[in-house]
């Protein structure tokens, strides 16, 4: 592209890995974006702030078959992290699940929303 992007996208024609298709974009001089689909409808998100322009350094985001969101994994600026997961198969009282880590990687606090959209805060 003109703005020095490239992108890459690599088909599984020979069905000899687990996943069918990977598309990569490169920006300021290394890998931004990667977009991974697998055999079973999963697809996975690697997304990494190249050019310091997001409060985080890296993100993945997973989906289950359908394209239905699942876990989100972000590791931000300072080191902390956050995961956020998705009851995307409503097999839970809770719709969403997250996780916050110091930058030491250590839980310091958890946040459930119900089904109901009551909200829960733990303290670690």
């Keep these: 592209y003109d703005n020095g992007r490239r992108v890459v996208r690599d ?4 069905n000899a890995n687990n996943w069918s298709s990977i598309t990569t974009t490169y920006a300021a001089g290394g890998v931004d974006y990667q977009d991974y689909i697998y055999d079973d409808g999963r697809r996975v998100i690697f997304d990494s702030d190249q050019t310091n322009a997001a409060p985080w ?3 993945t985001t997973s989906y289950a078959p359908g394209n239905i969101l699942d876990v989100q994994d972000t590791k931000f600026d300072n080191n902390t992290r956050q995961i956020y997961d998705w009851d995307q198969d409503n097999q ?8 916050f880590y110091s930058s030491n ?14 909200v829960a805060v733990f303290y670690l």
């Design 105 to 118: 990687n250590v839980a310091i606090s958890q946040r459930l929303t119900y089904d109901n959209n009551q």
């Design 11 to 14: 088909q599984d024609q020979g």
């Design 92 to 99: 839970f009282v809770w719709k969403t699940f997250e996780t």
């Design 57 to 59: 350094l890296q993100r």
